[in-house]
């Protein structure tokens, strides 16, 4: 097994946002694991799902009307929906540390949490869990993160619509940009169904032909009738988070992460499947002191090219892993074969 920690190119990462840190627990076992995004003392947030299948926690109260209005970590996780154990590890570790709702008796961090499909990648008996997400915490830090292999993309695939064997490795990636004196940062772990695609609509990573020497372009392959290998609903996901410091309300921020899915559809290809459960959060940390911040139109379109410039970090950190008879090149390996 081969894993990258790569440190995140000139594009920035979301810790490059005031008030978020983010930590990776990466398995030695098999490539699984989970990422935190922590905003201890509490962030604005939303969510917007787009895929069919999602696997997610506390997601009802971000909606915008409902009276919880901060949450104090988000978590990323491989492992199916037992990799949302690793949420119950966070809240702990945040207990422990003073943070969380004051409900008069205790403190209760709020920590919302959304899962990738990763098992068919070694052993699947083995994924996050509370003592994984614990980790994950102890590890945070507010510099660059790792990228590729590492958190929820250590087991990320990309391409599977004809089938694991001829699929690519995914991986999680970060980037963000700032305007005005606001930063806009995405953290996103890619494990699509579909291909990744450069700016350029060319392929950086998908499904492959059945001999494995080339890549065959999943959309164009359906479009030419061919018929995909259909797997259950879910088995997929594109997962992630978009952060800022400007300051929004959870009614802002659900357009925020929508904007993020707009990020997701210039460079994944197909996106939003049956087979997906594409969820994307979005927080606001306030911490700008920005005195003429952008507009909504300037943030959604900050969101879209953060969360695009991640998902080509994550391909192009990922490396390739081979566990039993499945080999998984990466877009690197596949660049340096060709």
């Not at 109260?61 to 690793?86: K, T």
């Not at 695609?197 to 494995?212: E, H, I, K, V």
């Not at 030419?224 to 300051?247: H, K, M």
Request: hydrophobic fraction near 45%; include cysteine.
């Amino acid at each position: 097994m081969t894993r990258s920690a790569s440190p995140l190119p000139d594009s920035g990462c979301i810790t490059r946002v005031q008030g978020v840190q983010v930590g990776h627990f990466t398995s030695d076992l098999r490539p699984t694991g989970c990422s935190v995004v922590l905003t201890p003392e509490g962030a604005v947030a939303a969510v917007d799902v787009r895929g069919a299948a999602p696997g997610t926690r506390e997601t009802d109260l971000l909606r915008p009307g409902n009276l919880v209005e901060q949450v104090h970590a988000i978590v990323l996780s491989g492992g199916s929906a037992w990799g949302l154990s690793a949420a119950t590890g966070v809240a702990e570790w945040l207990e422990e540390q003073g943070y969380g709702l004051d409900v008069g008796v205790g403190r209760v961090p709020i920590v919302p949490a959304a899962v990738l499909f990763d098992l068919p990648v070694g052993n699947a008996s083995i994924r996050p869990d509370a003592a994984a997400g614990r980790a994950a915490c102890e590890a945070a830090t507010s510099t660059p993160c790792a990228t590729g292999n590492v958190g929820a993309g250590a087991g990320a695939t990309v391409g599977k619509l004809f089938g694991h064997a001829c699929a690519m490795k995914g991986g999680i990636g970060s980037a963000s940009v700032s305007v005005h004196g606001v930063t806009v940062g995405a953290l996103i772990a890619v494990n699509a169904v579909g291909d990744v695609l450069a700016p350029d609509g060319s392929m950086l990573a998908g499904a492959r032909t059945a001999d494995g020497k080339a890549l065959r372009n999943t959309a164009h392959s359906l479009l030419r009738g061919e018929r995909p290998q259909f797997a259950l609903p879910g088995t997929n996901t594109t997962i992630g988070v978009i952060a800022t410091d400007a300051q929004l309300d959870k009614a802002q921020l659900q357009r925020l992460a929508l904007a993020g899915h707009d990020g997701l559809a210039r460079c994944i290809s197909p996106i939003h499947t049956l087979l997906d459960g594409d969820t994307l959060f979005a927080v606001s940390t306030a911490a700008s002191s920005a005195s003429a911040p952008p507009d909504m139109i300037t943030l959604a379109a900050m969101a879209a090219e953060a969360t695009m410039q991640a998902v080509q970090v994550a391909i192009s950190s990922a490396r390739g892993i081979r566990v039993g008879e499945l080999e998984l090149p990466a877009a690197g390996d596949w660049k340096a074969r060709t």
